[in-house]
């Protein structure tokens, strides 16, 4: 059973659409992350949403647009595509945030990635 | 800024060398996880470290946590062409919710 699942697997598209990735995760995590991997392979995160609720928003051009509708789905929708946003878009969940407020528990924010979707805008 | 940075980034050695990938920054980190992402794959968790000093083993590879929480190396004996891909270091530091910061890998490939 795939653990985290995306797609499409490719999207190459026209500069200037508007197109969206979905990702979903069946390992009952609280927590959902976008990365984009670029031709160097250097892994940055975009965004984080954790109970459905955006946690990390890092610089992103506000043409990205993240959406979960449930903790078990996380999209990402993104308008008027550039040259420059081709690259490789990984999904990825943990059980919860990294938080070591709660009762002592103790989190290590472990990742599971999709297997990506690779976005190429022409 | 580059946090967290990955030597060497490109490594080829022959099939059963070892080798040796540092990870190192000037941040103290909670923890320091290592993945591995083979081409056309999204990152697989190999191990997490926490405690400065640290070393876990996982079968022929050894990961070791600097003792102040800023390093770590990964040991790889006796490589094989099944050890090739991208290995990743990731940060993450003592926060209400984690950012994890990824490191920029290391490439390596294992000649049968």
């Known amino acids: 059973d795939t653990a985290v699942s995306q797609t499409p697997k490719y999207l190459v598209t026209q500069m200037g659409n508007d197109k969206s990735i979905k990702c979903e995760q069946n390992l009952g995590h609280d927590t959902m992350y976008w990365y984009k991997q670029d031709s160097k392979k250097f892994l940055k995160i975009m965004f984080s949403?954790?109970?459905?609720?955006?946690?990390i928003n890092e610089t992103v051009p506000n043409r990205f647009s993240p959406k979960s509708p449930d903790k078990a789905h996380l999209n990402l929708h993104i308008n008027s595509l550039e040259l420059g946003d081709s690259a490789v878009y990984f999904c990825?969940?943990?059980?919860?945030?990294?938080?070591?407020?709660?009762?002592?528990?103790?989190?290590?924010?472990?990742?599971?990635f999709g297997p990506g979707t690779r976005l190429t805008v022409l | 800024t580059q946090l967290l940075e990955q030597s060497p980034q490109f490594l080829s050695i022959q099939e059963g060398e070892n080798l040796t990938v540092y990870c190192n920054s000037s941040?103290?980190?909670?923890?320091l996880q290592w993945y591995r992402q083979e081409p056309g794959e999204g990152p697989v968790l190999l191990v997490t470290v926490v405690t400065g000093g640290e070393v876990k083993k996982l079968k022929r590879l050894t990961f070791q946590f600097g003792d102040a929480r800023k390093d770590s190396s990964l040991h790889i004996t006796a490589a094989q062409p099944g050890d090739t891909g991208l290995y990743l270091c990731?940060?993450?530091?003592?926060?209400?919710?984690?950012?994890?910061?990824f490191g920029p890998g290391t490439s390596l490939s294992v000649i049968p």
């Open positions: 990731a940060g993450a530091k003592k926060t209400s919710y984690d950012k994890v910061i």
């Open positions: 990825a969940s943990s059980q919860d945030p990294g938080s070591w407020v709660a009762g002592g528990h103790l989190s290590y924010n472990e990742q599971f």
């Open positions: 949403y954790n109970n459905k609720e955006l946690i």
């Open positions: 941040s103290v980190f909670s923890s």
